[in-house]
């Protein structure tokens, strides 16, 4: 079993920053792959970014390329998503996920961290 928690959110004025954490614990593996998702209010949840612990290149959504970068601290079993040049689109739930290859989806979950983005 692996338990994800996320923390960092909060409420930030457009055009600011945030970097969110999200600490995995119990079995993780190196082939694992850690994602970070979005769901913001009426909306379905949305892929934003994802990166392996074996440190393969990480992949983002067209929406947040260029403003956001995830990044991972394997002695702390962390992951990060570092988010600048924030828009108030950007307002949602964001969860960290972990999907265990050859799995083709993410079956472990935090518990979610709310970002908003004031206009």
């Known amino acids: 079993q692996v338990q994800l928690v996320e923390s960092g959110g909060g409420l930030v004025q457009a055009g600011g920053s945030l970097r969110l954490s999200c600490a995995a614990s119990?079995?993780?593996?190196?082939?694992?792959?850690m994602g970070w998702f979005r769901q913001a209010p009426g909306k379905e949840r949305e892929f934003v970014a994802a990166?392996?612990?074996?440190?393969?290149?990480?992949i983002y959504a067209d929406s947040v390329k260029g403003r956001f970068t995830i990044s991972r601290d394997n002695a702390k079993v962390t992951v990060y998503l570092q988010m600048n040049s924030l828009k108030p689109e950007d307002t949602a739930v964001y969860y960290c996920?972990?999907?265990?290859?050859?799995?083709?989806?993410?079956?472990?979950w935090g518990q979610g961290t709310q970002v908003t983005v004031s206009s």
């Open positions: 990166i392996s612990w074996s440190g393969s290149s990480p």
């Open positions: 119990g079995r993780t593996l190196s082939r694992d792959f």
């Open positions: 996920a972990l999907r265990r290859p050859p799995a083709t989806f993410y079956d472990y």
